[in-house]
């Protein structure tokens, strides 16, 4: 018998491996292992792969996730986490990944294509205007952001300003080295907290060591 706990909405946990239920049973994303308990098929959900399944590792209190959630995901690649996120948010939920790599975006297009609940974008999360067509009528719950650039935090906000929902959670994974490759990673990650201040309630920051290194992830409320 496999030992299989609750973690979080939609998150367990087997013999000490993160998972999530399949939401297309037999097929796999990235190579991760399927697993089997209690009549569902799991996947298992590689935090060395993955910066939120890093800082669930790392004892987050929340991804702010659930049956039917909208979420917006900037800096989607080939949809790895994504499809964890799918997972979790399930067919009722709806997931916009926006991605500026026309590379990344084939394969993640391909994922789109088994999984209903995910919207591809292909565009600059720079200028969040360019893709509000795709987000019309839709009232976003939860905004992730990992994308490797050096203004994280202005992409991050110009992104909230126009698509989260007021008390919606933000999630924003910071690379220190792409801000500054010299700086200390604990004062970019202050600086970058700081600018989104005015705007968010912080409700934890959570370095990802050691599944990331140089990296953290900061989990805020926009107010
Ligand atoms: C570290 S990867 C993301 C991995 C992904 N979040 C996962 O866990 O599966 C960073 C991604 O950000 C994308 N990116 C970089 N600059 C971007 C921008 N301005 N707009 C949108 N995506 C961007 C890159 O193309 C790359 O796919």
Not at 63 to 86: F, P, Q, W
Not at 124 to 130: E, G, K, S, V
Not at 131 to 139: S, V
Not at 166 to 174: A, E, K, T, V
Request: glycine fraction near 6%; charged fraction near 25%; include cysteine.
């Amino acid at each position: 018998m496999k030992q299989l706990k609750q973690l979080l909405d939609g998150v367990y946990e087997i013999q000490s491996n993160l998972a999530t239920v399949n939401l297309t049973p037999g097929k796999k994303v990235y190579g991760e292992e399927l697993v089997h308990a209690e009549g569902k098929e799991f996947r298992l959900w590689n935090p060395n792969r993955s910066k939120v399944g890093a800082a669930i590792k790392k004892g987050i209190k929340t991804i702010h996730l659930k049956k039917g959630s909208k979420v917006l995901y900037l800096g989607a690649a080939e949809g790895t986490t994504i499809s964890h996120l799918s997972d979790i948010v399930e067919k009722e939920g709806t997931i916009f990944g926006v991605d500026i790599s026309a590379r990344s975006m084939r394969k993640f297009i391909y994922l789109c294509e088994q999984r209903p609940n995910l919207i591809p974008i292909l565009g600059d999360a720079n200028q969040p205007n360019t893709y509000r067509e795709y987000l019309n009528g839709f009232t976003i719950d939860a905004l992730f952001q990992d994308v490797s650039q050096k203004n994280q935090a202005e992409i991050f906000l110009r992104n909230a300003r126009l698509y989260l929902k007021r008390d919606g959670h933000g999630f924003l994974s910071i690379k220190a080295k792409s801000i500054d490759s010299s700086a200390s990673v604990e004062k970019l990650v202050m600086e970058e907290t700081k600018k989104l201040e005015n705007e968010f309630e912080i409700l934890e920051t959570i370095p990802l060591h050691p599944f990331e290194k140089d990296h953290a992830m900061i989990h805020c409320i926009k107010k």
